[in-house]
């Protein structure tokens, strides 16, 4: 069975730092651009950050430059992509969700509305004093 499943969302304080990983199991996730989204109530899909399937590439959404890092660990069958989110503000609040699609750049897969190859259930990012 294909699956994506995310862990490491969580309650932080604004400043705070958390790490997200999305592991699948069922399929090589080596194959897959990966990218992790967001989306808060009322608030439409987000792109925050995507990865190209070797690691060569990577996009990130402006308001997530210089404080989010995506990266994936091909190796060893880990299987496994991360988002590093450092100095974290109460707008990064949001369920994040990450999604696998093959044959897409970074781009394509963060800003256009494509379909997914797989998706994650998502974990809840909750940023508040």
């Known amino acids: 069975q294909v699956q994506l499943v995310e862990s490491g969302g969580g309650l932080v304080q604004p400043g705070g730092s958390l790490r997200l990983s999305c592991e699948a199991s069922?399929?090589?996730?080596?194959?897959?651009?990966i990218g992790w989204f967001r989306q808060a109530p009322g608030k439409e899909r987000e792109g925050v950050s995507c990865?190209?399937?070797?690691?060569?590439?990577?996009?990130?959404t402006d308001s997530v430059q210089g404080r989010f890092f995506i990266s994936r660990d091909n190796a060893n069958s880990k299987n496994t992509v991360y988002l590093q989110m450092n100095s974290l503000k109460p707008e990064d609040t949001a369920v994040y969700y990450c999604a696998a699609q093959r044959g897409v750049t970074t781009m394509s897969l963060c800003v256009a509305q494509i379909d997914f190859a797989s998706r994650g259930q998502g974990t809840q990012v909750t940023v508040s004093s």
């Open positions: 069922g399929f090589n996730l080596e194959d897959y651009a």
């Open positions: 990865i190209s399937s070797r690691g060569l590439h990577t996009y990130y």
